[in-house]
């Protein structure tokens, strides 16, 4: 079982549509979790970070953390064009300061 | 604010060669991290520094791969004897501690060996 899992997509969702994306993890004692966005050709952005479990909304985003679970996932309202991307998950384990990444999913939002 | 530095943005190597990979942290930030990114794969953790200090190095190769992080300059990344398959973008993110604070990522060094 991978660290850290994420459908590699592509997801395709129209323009102005709600985009979820998903993300589960193996280590319980996960910490700090992060959505980073990654253009093609680009480094990782970090558009997200949550610490507790519940939601965290920035703008458009929201992050959900469930650690009962071990589920972490990200909502983009009102998606658009630009949105398109490929969209990582990381999670940040014990003392250490390493990010365990995800594959990534692709966005396609289509105008 | 300047974000994290991270030259060349390109570099050629032929196999056999040297390579150095240089990072500046942003302003204020005291920790950087190495992250490797092969063709068609995810982002792996390679190693993790405070000035002078080699924090985790668990991501690093055993062979041919160094880091510093020295009291005055950047952080450098060096691969001796580069191989093809050592060919990927090498981002380096940096944070202002390194447990529980976000890290931000460099433009990163796309690493061509020929």
């Known amino acids: 079982q991978k660290e850290v899992e994420q459908n590699s997509g592509p997801l395709s969702v129209p323009e102005g549509a709600i985009a979820s994306l998903n993300c589960t993890y193996s280590d319980r004692v996960s910490q700090s979790f992060f959505w980073y966005r990654q253009y093609s050709g680009k480094s990782p952005e970090l558009i997200m970070s949550i610490y507790s479990n519940g939601d965290k909304e920035d703008g458009r985003f929201t992050a959900q953390l469930n650690k009962a679970s071990q589920y972490v996932s990200l909502l983009i309202r009102d998606s658009q064009p630009s949105d398109s991307a490929t969209y990582l998950c990381a999670v940040k384990t014990g003392n250490t300061g390493k990010l365990i990444f995800g594959q990534g999913t692709t966005l396609q939002v289509k105008p | 604010n300047a974000g994290v530095m991270q030259n060349p943005r390109h570099l050629v190597r032929r196999r056999g060669q040297e390579a150095r990979l240089r990072c500046s942290p942003m302003?204020?930030?005291?920790?950087v991290y190495w992250y490797r990114q092969l063709p068609e794969e995810g982002l792996k953790f390679m190693v993790y520094l405070q000035k002078e200090n080699i924090i985790d190095e668990s991501g690093m190769p055993k062979e041919r791969f160094s880091a510093e992080f020295p009291k005055e300059g950047p952080s450098i990344l060096r691969i001796q004897q580069v191989v093809r398959g050592d060919s990927a973008a090498y981002f380096c993110?940096?944070?202002?501690?390194?447990?529980?604070?976000?890290?931000?990522f460099g433009p990163g060094t796309r690493l061509t060996v020929t």
């Open positions: 993110a940096s944070s202002p501690s390194g447990v529980g604070y976000e890290q931000y």
């Open positions: 302003k204020g930030h005291s920790h």
